[in-house]
């Protein structure tokens, strides 16, 4: 009896054990104006513009307050599992960028 007590206490510290998730910074596309960013779903053979997570605008005024000297809009990419990111002016050039990147060709289904 002596045993599995053991063996259960054994058994409590192995569930007991939380994997700690980090997220990690992949891959930071900076798009061409006018670009959009699109996702491509390697299971479903889906291809979609991909989804953001916020904006913030971040705004630089003049020093006498008249004008604005630059500003930075920023959005996070919700990233998704099975899923290839590209950035393409339209669907067609997605799809050309995709068979490059990916090495063969793809005829996916476009979801607007």
Same mark, same amino acid.
């Given at each position: ?17 939380? +994997?700690?998730? +980090? ?16 996702? *491509? ?8 513009? &991909? +989804? *953001? ?27 998704? *599992? ?5 950035? &393409?002016?339209?669907?067609?050039? &997605? ?18």
């Amino acid at each position: 009896m002596k045993l599995e007590k053991e063996n259960q206490d054994k058994l409590e510290i192995k569930v007991s054990q939380k +994997k700690e998730s +980090k997220k990690i910074l992949v891959k930071s596309i900076q798009p061409h104006e006018n670009h959009i960013c699109f996702e *491509y779903n390697t299971k479903t053979n889906e291809l979609s513009r &991909a +989804k *953001y997570k916020k904006q913030d605008v971040t705004i630089w005024k003049s020093p006498d307050g008249k004008g604005i000297i630059h500003s930075d809009i920023t959005r996070q990419v919700l990233i998704n *599992y099975n899923c290839e990111y590209i950035t &393409a002016l339209n669907e067609k050039n &997605a799809i050309k960028h995709f068979n490059n990147v990916l090495g063969y060709k793809i005829k996916p289904i476009i979801i607007a």
